[in-house]
Structures are given as C-alpha cells and as structure tokens.
C-alpha cells in the first residue's frame, strides 16, 4: 500500500533549530508548504509516494552532497528510508512532466510570497537568454560539440535556453530548454565522430509521454523556442511588462511577437549590421544611421547621470515602430539598444535593460552552488529532471531570500548549508537520551512509560519541546521499547512534523 512517508531528513534538521535559524527553518517550511505529493503520479506498486523521494533530490547540495551516490554514502543516509536506485528511477522516468512540476511549483510561489510589481521604476520583466552546459561523457544522450561564445571555442555539451521572470527584486527561473548544434559539416554531425556517435546511450520514448517534447526542442531554433516560453508563461498566467534579451536574440520574429501583445514591449541590446530601418521613408543601417546623425547637435544629446553622449532616433523595422538608442561607451564606440515602448525615456530604458543582468548572476550561482548543468547521467531524461531540480533550489532561496533582504543567495545558502546537524551527533544524543533512560529505571525502579506520559501532558512544557520529546522517545535509534509504548499511551499527534 502507498505510504505518504514524513521525511526524516526535514525533521532532523528542524531538531535543534528554533528562532535563532531563519533561514534553515525557512527551507523546511517552504517545502513543507508546497504539497509536492499532487504533482506527482506515483505507481501503486511503489511503497512510498514519489513527492519523499523528490524532496531529497531538491536537499541534495543543501546537504553539502553534489550526487544521488554521494548522498547514499553520506552519513545522511540513515535518514533516507529509499535506495538509490529510487532517485536514478525517477529522474529517468520519461512520463514525468517536468516542465508542468516547474510551473505548478512557481505558480505557488507567486501565490504565496505575492511578488508582483510594486514600483514603476522597476517594472515586472521576462528575461530570455542562454549558458552551456559542458559534460565530460561522450555516451550521453544526444551529446554533441557546441560553440561556447564565452571562451570562444567548441565544447561537449547542451545549450540551455531560460526563461525568468522578475518583479519586486526577485529572480524566478520560470521555464527552460535544452538544444543542440548540427554544425556545418555534415560529414560529422554535432562534431562527433560516427563511432561515438554510435556509443551514445539510446532509448525509445512513445508519442505520449512529456520526454519527447523535450527531445523535439533539441532541433528547435532557439528564437522559435523562446517565443514558445514567452507564450507559455502568458498562458499559466505569468504577465510581464517588458522582454529583455541581448543582440543575439534581436531579430524581427522576436520584435514582431513581442509587439503584437498587448501592454507588453520589448527592450534589447541591438547589432550594428546590415539590418535595415526607415527614417523619414529612407532605409539605413545601424552604421548608417550614426554616422548620419551622430554630429548632428539637435540629436546628440549629453546625460549626466550617465556621463556619455547617446542618439535617440524613432524609425520602423518591418512596419514596427522601435526607438533605436545609440549609446557612446568609448572616444568612438557606440553600442545600440531598440525599444519597442516609444514613450519611455532613455534612462529608463537604459537602466531597465540592467535588469538582465541578473540572469547572468542566476546562471553563476546556481553552476557554482546548485549544480546547474553538473548532472552527467546518460539519460536525456535524467539531465531534464536534475536541471528542473537545481532550477527549483534556485527558486526557493531566492523566495527565502525575499523574505530577508538582508541575506545574498551565497550567503543564504551558506547558512543553511553550516546550520544542519550532524547525523552522528544527532544518533548519539538520542541514544544518550535513551540510555539514561534504561539506567534510571532500573536503578531507581521507577515506571518511566508512567512518568513520560505526565510530562507529555503537563502544561509547562512547550510545543516545541513537546515534539522534540516525541522525536527522541519514537526515533528508530532508540535502544528501548519504551518509544513504542509511549507511543501507544500518548497517541500524540504532532502538527508540527507535517508530512511532505
């Protein structure tokens, strides 16, 4: 029968924590809060539901472990009533939708901390960009050579395109996917060779299951993608008022999309290339343009607060009204910006397009701390779910975090990071609990059963006390049978351990 087990893990961190651990019992509240065991369809022939097992998936780095195999030799793993076997099952089940968990999941969030647009200066806005994920393993599903615009080379991997939501000062990774580069030669495609490419692990997915939309996206562009995102997000309810990409992803798809949706307008970072914009019914380049304008005093404009000269020119793309803002960083160079808002005025655009900024801060962190694109499974599957996962962590700190202003998403995790207990330390002073237990009553000859069942009911004691005394007399460790005894006499339900 399907048991909705309580997760050992969670209650021992909340063991030896109360008001002085913010942020430790914030992560435990969180979780707890979020009634995983909805989003999941759990098999009858399981014994526990899936949403235990999920929870210590998301516990993985807070836990100082970076692996499902490093957490199971952990001295963690007496807290975990699951094999490992477990998680590598899940995480490759390709029936679970990972990307309808995410947004359920975000959904509730927005529900709960009420992160909506409260300032007119920082307006809610849709972030789009993407990172590399590099891997080691040539047998990995669908592995191939990408080109890395960071260090300017081919590496072994996945491009991951995201897509964030931010509003109030705080970051939510919304929606993700993963994608790959045929290349130019067609010889060697995704510049493998044809025996590795034969060595990669393969699997066979039906129509129905949500694993094969993900294997579609690979050979999507990722401008038809991120317009998919755009959409998905609107549908579930998700609105922003402004999209912010870099220049790779300014092309007239995107311009056209974002224009067409009501009360929503696109500011981006534009190239100085050969696309073509009207101005007083004459087509110029981007060069053109400033070369024709950037002399010319009734347009070259100085800001103090930026302290540079910038250009405002109002012109079409392909029938679109854009404000196009070339911005002077050096003695000659200029960069652009194109903004569909006509109304807004440069510094505001300026310093809303800072905003993506925080995308590239999301993508460090979460790499450094939450193992963003570490998994090296083989299965494409497993590489959605620990991806989803991290994404989640992510997620949840920066929730945290709204809440405390004056903690960073490092030093927040951190803290969780150093505020758990010991397993050890926690099994021996329970034992010790125990211990002192058995002695007393056989040296003072003193009914403890009796003794305990007053002290549970005596008005003094705290409800956290209470329930701390709960756990040490109902632990698995404990070297009496006085717990199951207790537990009978009492029939204490505690509230405060609810289950996940």
């Known amino acids: 029968m399907l048991q909705i087990k309580d997760n050992q893990i969670l209650k021992n961190i909340t063991l030896f924590n109360k008001n002085e651990s913010i942020p430790i019992l914030g ?22 539901h899936r949403s235990y097992s999920f929870v210590n998936l998301i516990l ?26 477990v998680f590598y099952r899940i995480c490759s089940d390709p029936f679970i939708n990972w990307r309808q968990i995410l947004y359920k999941i975000n959904k509730r969030i927005l529900t709960q901390t009420h992160i909506e647009q409260s300032d007119k200066t920082a307006p809610s806005c849709f972030i789009i960009d993407d990172t590399d994920f590099e891997k080691r393993g040539r047998k990995i599903e669908f592995i191939g050579y990408v080109w890395s615009h960071v260090i ?15 509003s109030n000062n705080t970051l939510l990774a919304l929606d993700f996917s993963l ?9 060697k495609p995704q510049g493998m060779k044809a025996r590795y490419l034969k060595e990669r692990f393969t699997k066979q997915r039906t129509d129905r299951c949500p694993s094969l939309d993900r294997v579609k996206e690979l050979t999507v562009s990722k401008i038809d993608n991120a317009i998919k995102m755009i959409k998905r997000a609107l549908k579930n309810g998700i609105v922003a008022r402004y999209v ?47 070369n024709k304008f950037k002399y010319r005093r009734d347009v070259r404009k100085k800001s103090r607060k930026l302290k540079t000269n910038y250009l405002v020119i109002k012109a079409t793309y392909k029938g679109i009204p854009v404000k196009l803002i070339f911005l002077q960083i050096g003695r000659n ?80 995790f951190r803290s969780i990071n150093q505020s758990l207990p010991n397993p050890n ?41 209470r329930n701390l005394l709960y756990v040490f007399c109902n632990d698995e460790t404990c070297e009496t049978s006085v717990s199951k005894e207790l537990n009978d006499l009492t029939k204490i339900k505690v509230d405060y351990y609810e289950k996940v």
């Not at 300017?152 to 931010?166: A, D």
């Not at 994608?179 to 010889?187: A, D, F, I, R, Y």
């Not at 329970?430 to 005596?458: G, H, V």
Request: glycine share 4%.
């Open 27 to 48: 992560l435990v509240s969180f979780l707890k809060g979020l009634n995983l065991k909805k989003y999941f369809n759990t098999p009858n022939q399981a014994f526990y």
């Open 179 to 187: 994608h790959l580069e045929m290349g130019k030669n067609k010889s």
């Open 244 to 290: 912010l990409m870099d220049s790779w992803f300014c092309c007239e798809k995107i311009i056209s999309f974002v224009a067409s949706i009501p009360k929503m307008d696109l500011i981006c970072r534009a190239k100085m290339g050969n696309s073509k914009y009207t101005v007083n019914e004459k087509e110029y380049s981007a060069k053109q343009l400033l």
């Open 333 to 412: 160079k200029w960069i652009l910006f194109l903004s569909t808002d006509m109304r807004a005025s440069v510094l505001f655009i300026i310093e809303t397009y800072q905003i993506r900024w925080t995308i590239e801060v999301f993508y460090k962190q979460t790499k450094q701390l939450l193992g963003l694109g570490k998994c090296q499974a083989n299965d494409f599957d497993a590489q959605i779910a620990n991806t989803t996962c991290a994404i989640l962590r992510y997620n949840i700190l920066s929730t945290i975090k709204s809440k405390s202003e004056h903690f960073s998403i490092g030093t927040l």
């Open 60 to 85: 993985i780095y807070f836990l100082g472990v970076k692996n499902i195999n490093q957490l199971m030799n952990s001295n963690f793993s007496k807290w975990i009533e699951n094999g490992k076997d």
């Open 425 to 465: 330390i926690v099994d021996m002073i329970i034992k010790l609990f125990n211990k002192i237990i058995m002695i007393c009553s056989e040296l003072l000859d003193i009914n403890f059963e009796f003794i305990l069942q007053k002290i549970f009911t005596n008005e003094n004691l705290s409800n956290f006390d």
């Open 152 to 166: 300017n080379k081919s590496i072994l991997g996945f491009k991951s395109l995201n897509l964030c939501y931010w």
